[in-house]
Nanobody, 119 residues
Framework: QVQLVESGGGLVQPGGSLRLSCAAS????????MGWYRQAPGKERELVAV???????DYADSVRGRFTISRDVAKNTVTLQMNSLKPEDTAVYYC?????????????WGQGTQVTVSS
């Protein structure tokens, strides 16, 4: 099992910044992706940003240019720097890890951290 511990959510005014962090621990073998998803009330969970094992990254169109994902491979952490936050960024943000073990893929989720953008 892989445990994911998230931190850094909170309340921020529009235009502000927040930094989310996620630390993975436990039975870590070969991580393929580490990323962040979010789910707003009444909406489906959506991908926000992802880091891939080939060191490529990808972002949702709605956050590209404002959010930056980074990973510390040695520490098995992934960080999401969120700038120029908008009210529509309000959601519960979930850390996600996908890894392969003996040729089988496994998905793990964090417990979620609330991000609220409001004046």
């Amino acid at each position: 099992q892989v445990q994911l511990v998230e931190s850094g959510g909170g309340l921020v005014q529009p235009g502000g910044s927040l930094r989310l962090s996620c630390a993975a621990s436990g039975s870590i073998f070969s991580i393929n992706t580490m990323g962040w998803y979010r789910q707003a009330p009444g909406k489906e969970r959506e991908l926000v940003a992802v880091w891939r094992s080939g060191r490529s990254t990808d972002y949702a169109d709605s956050v590209r240019g404002r959010f930056t994902i980074s990973r510390d491979v040695a520490k098995n952490t992934v960080t999401l720097q969120m700038n120029s936050l908008k009210p529509e960024d309000t959601a519960v943000y979930y850390c996600h890890v996908e890894q392969t073990r003996y040729g089988v893929g496994y998905n793990y989720w964090g417990q979620g951290t609330q991000v609220t953008v409001s004046s």
